[in-house]
């Protein structure tokens, strides 16, 4: 005979069970669940058992672990979003029923490796978002039978890249998006991206580099249009073919690097490039042939750097249209420089240049000129709340550099003055 203690635990444990399952609703055979108030082992009957079922989305649904035949009886779900979840370790065969699944997302949980022959039965998965886990590594193989992957997040986990086996993708040379950004990517092998032949995303963002890595830039990553490099620690760009191979890129971001080094030449071969983002570096001087004669090349990002001078010259033969030099040390421009971009082939549009140490003289002539031919500029900053410009009492624009640091030092003053002042206010 049951007592009445042990069917109150009975009780108490059935209603936990019922309070810590997920809610799920169906809309047009895509299910879409909740989570309940306590962490939940997946099991079959939540979800399984619907050959009607397409989509799946378990998203933050305090999910610890998944029992086998969770996912039995699902011969239609092509997506299955487990994202967000605390699972630390999946099985060998958890995932093997749903064989037309194309979209599998297990990113932000607590994942450290995969068994090998994990996704052996997912032969048509397409794309694979492992972002934000644990994993070190991929071990070799545990990808060969994924030809049809296109799509490959693993940022934000602990892959030590010097460690990384440059055979792991052999299987799945068409993956066309791959994301390591947020890992430790410095010292990778040479060849880490050898069996690609269709790439044309590779986001780098925060990988600890101090260099153009050679494995991004070879001869069979043509197919590359945006190549982000963002967030390192590369200090040159003194290789002048380095993007050498690169003939259909289309972005180069590089911003927050402490770069202060270009070789003239090195962005002469991306003939295919759009935009080029320096921000947030140490650029000081603009080489003269820098971004000439770029057939594609619209827009240039050069916020926040040490820039004193800006050669014409350097944008001859490009259509440029947006243009930012804010946050420099310009303290004046080339009498006439939207007029010189535009008969060099310049199609300028936007051109943002605040804050700079103007001289108030240039920065007249300057707006002058935007005024004129209708180009957008950050006049939103020009409502006298701050300063934007100095000068002497002698009002002319001095275009040479020997005046520079004198301009510089005084707009530093004036604007430390004016911060004092608003403070104390």
Known sequence: MISFKNALAALLTVLVTVDAKPKCKTFADNVVCSAGKSDYKLVKGLVSDNNRTTGITLRACRISGIDFESFNDLSSLTYLDLSQNKIQQLKLGVIDEPKELTHLNLSYNQLVDFPLGFFDQLTKLEV????????NNLELGILDTLTKLNHVDLSSNAIVGKDFSP???????????????????????????HAFESLETLNLDRCFLTEVPVFATKPNLRTMKQLILSTNQISALDNAAIFVNLDSLELLDLTANVIENINDNVFSSLITLLKVDLKNNKIKTIPDSLFRNMPKLITIDLYGNQIEEVPVNAFRGSPLKNLNLSNNKITYLPDNFCLELRNSGGKIKKFLMDPN??????????????KKFGIEYNSGKYDGSRPVCVTTNEFNCKRQKSFNEMYIDMFNEVKTAHFRNARAA
């Open 128 to 135: 694979l978002d492992l972002e934000g886990n644990k994993l």
């Open 357 to 370: 140490p103007w001289q108030c003289a240039c920065l007249n002539d300057l707006l002058k000129e935007l």
């Open 167 to 193: 055979y792991v993708f052999d299987q799945s040379p068409h993956i066309k998006f791959l994301d390591f950004s947020r890992n430790n990517m410095e010292d990778s092998p040479d060849n880490l991206l």
